[in-house]
């Protein structure tokens, strides 16, 4: 080997370990936005599985779907759960309503839309 291949195979590693470095770091902060982000995925999963078989649901029965709801991505070991489900039902009625999943039924009830 000649003292440039050894200078390009060094270079090249240093390249290699600072691009994973980055991806890695880019990976960590964005982390907390994408559990939240499975977790309403999650959450809403769980609220249209009830509504195929019921005709509609309420904030209270939301809450009883959302309990204990856990998501974790597979390289990491954090994980995030529901533990008290009226705060994060708010916010999975406007996942859902802003998907457009969902639509009011009156009553403080809503139902899949067709």
């Known amino acids: 080997m000649t003292t440039g291949q ?3 195979g060094v270079l090249l590693f240093a390249a290699v370990t600072a691009a994973l470095y980055v991806w ?3 990976k ?3 982390q907390q936005e994408d559990l ?3 977790l309403l995925s999650a959450c809403g999963s769980r609220v ?3 509504l195929k078989k019921h005709d509609t649901i309420t904030v209270r029965g939301v809450e009883q779907q959302i309990a204990g709801v856990t998501v974790r991505q597979f390289w990491s070991r954090k994980r995030l759960m529901v533990q008290d489900p009226a705060k994060v039902s708010g916010q999975v009625i406007d996942f859902l309503l802003d998907q457009q999943y969902i639509q009011p039924a009156g ?3 809503y ?3 067709p």
């Open 36 to 38: 939240t982000r499975a």
């Open 107 to 109: 009553g403080g009830r």
């Open 48 to 50: 249209l599985k009830y």
């Open 6 to 8: 050894i200078i390009a």
């Open 24 to 26: 890695g770091l880019k």
């Open 28 to 30: 960590s902060l964005g």
């Open 111 to 113: 139902k899949r839309k």
